[in-house]
């Protein structure tokens, strides 16, 4: 059986083109010289810095966010509805960045967003869809129908559209190859073949379970998990994973909120106090998980969530 032929591209897809077919020619000797060649040439493309977008970034969670991604060595787009806020995260940075003004529920916002972070960087390698709202608080009877919309505009339309054009950029993304030292005996593993991104996008605790008096705010982190879930299987081939955080009580904004309009009967459940660990998140262990779950320490983590809620 002749021998397929072996392109002399060194572009990404070709490297990895390379490798598979020198498996298929049953060649070890070519393949450990094929695979010196493919570490030599993959790994010139990791000396790059990685860019993370962030929504949200002006505050809480997504700023903690935006400051880890720096400290891991990240470029960072900090966007917020709040533009002297994500300019006032953006001077915490330890990298290069730049601060967008976005308002995550007008789908021509969030597209100039993907288009000013590509502009300027190049590419998109994670996203932290963090941008959300609580709105008031009552029963659903009580509830305006306008409260309803507002909420479910920010926190499930605005994910489903940073998604849309997130994904939309990263579709078009050369893959990127990671450790392919470690992982030149393994061609099938994700971190060998490379990712075009991930992404992760803030759900909550009252996403897993019902929470009285904030139905809107309810509703949309469910409505977060099942975007998450479902844009992970339709691109999860092309290289792309989706996840979420569940997030909570954490010492941010709008946990503050959360108590301060919190009627008595909700006031133990939100008494940091009450907690099995007996405090309240800090938005900087939120961040953390979020930066684990964009990085490529978790590749065959996609569609799932991670719950952050301090033993509740």
């Given amino acids: 059986m002749a021998s397929i032929p072996i392109p002399d591209c060194t572009c990404i897809l070709c490297i990895y083109y390379k490798c598979t077919v020198t498996f298929s020619n049953n060649s070890s000797n070519k393949s450990n010289i094929l695979f010196s060649r493919c570490i030599s040439a993959t790994m010139a493309t990791n000396t790059r810095t990685p860019v993370a977008l962030v929504t949200g970034g002006g505050s809480g969670i997504g700023r903690a966010t935006a400051v880890r991604f720096a400290e891991l060595g990240y470029s960072c787009v900090v966007a917020d509805i709040d533009e002297p806020s994500a300019k006032e995260t953006l001077r915490m940075l330890k990298t290069p960045g730049i601060a967008v003004q976005v308002d995550v529920t007008m789908a021509t916002s969030v597209e100039a967003m993907v288009t000013a972070a590509v502009q300027h960087f190049g590419r998109i390698d994670c996203a932290f869809n963090g941008a959300g709202i609580l709105g008031a608080s009552g029963r659903i009877v009580e509830s305006p129908e306008d409260a309803f919309d507002r909420v479910m505009g920010v926190n499930a339309k605005g994910v489903w559209l940073c998604l849309k054009y997130e994904i939309a950029q990263m579709l078009q993304q050369e893959p990127v190859m990671s450790e392919?030292?470690?992982?030149?005996d393994k061609p099938d593993v994700c971190r060998f073949r490379g990712v075009r991104g991930s992404i992760v996008s803030a759900s909550s605790q009252a996403g897993l379970a019902p929470f009285k008096y904030h139905s809107p705010y309810c509703a949309s982190k469910w409505a977060v998990l099942g975007l998450t879930k479902t844009?992970?299987?339709?691109?999860?081939?092309?290289?792309?994973?989706?996840?979420?955080v569940c997030p909570g009580l954490t010492a941010t904004p709008m946990g503050d909120q959360l108590r301060e309009q919190s009627p008595p009967d909700l006031q133990g459940l939100v008494d940091p106090k009450n907690h099995p660990v007996g405090r309240q998140a800090a938005p900087e262990e939120v961040a953390e998980a979020v930066c684990w779950l964009c990085s490529d320490a978790c590749p065959f983590t996609t569609?799932?969530?991670?719950?952050?809620?301090?033993?509740l």
């Fill in 303 to 311: 569609g799932e969530h991670l719950k952050i809620a301090g033993g």
């Fill in 180 to 184: 392919p030292a470690r992982w030149a």
């Fill in 231 to 244: 844009a992970a299987v339709e691109y999860a081939k092309e290289g792309i994973r989706v996840n979420a």
